[in-house]
Nanobody, 116 residues
Framework: QVHLVESGGGLVQPGGSLRLSCAAP????????MGWYRQAPGQLRELVAD???????KYADSVKGRFTISRDNAKNTVYLEMNSLKLEDTAVYYC??????????WGQGTQVTVSS
């Protein structure tokens, strides 16, 4: 069983910021692509951003310029810095570790609510 431990969700006003963190076991973190997905009520889970082991990043168009994904190899942790948050960013955010057919793991999810 692989445990991805997420933290950092919460309630924030529009225009505010939050930082999500996800810690992974070293044997996973060092060789897996790490990503953040989100799922709003009644919606499909969607990719927000991901980062390869060589720090190549990919972002959903809806978050480009506002969100930044990064990884700290010393702490085996991936971060999602979220700025200029909008109402439509409200969702449960999930951490993901993916290595194609060799493995795909998910965190338990953390709620992000943007509301005035």
């Amino acid at each position: 069983q692989v445990h991805l431990v997420e933290s950092g969700g919460g309630l924030v006003q529009p225009g505010g910021s939050l930082r999500l963190s996800c810690a992974a076991p070293p044997n996973i973190f060092n060789i897996y692509r790490m990503g953040w997905y989100r799922q709003a009520p009644g919606q499909l889970r969607e990719l927000v951003a991901d980062i390869s082991t060589t720090t190549l990043t990919k972002y959903a168009d809806s978050v480009k310029g506002r969100f930044t994904i990064s990884r700290d190899n010393a702490k085996n942790t991936v971060y999602l810095e979220m700025n200029s948050l909008k109402l439509e960013d409200t969702a449960v955010y999930y951490c993901n570790a993916n290595r194609g057919s060799l493995g795909d793991y998910w965190g338990q999810g953390t709620q992000v609510t943007v509301s005035s």
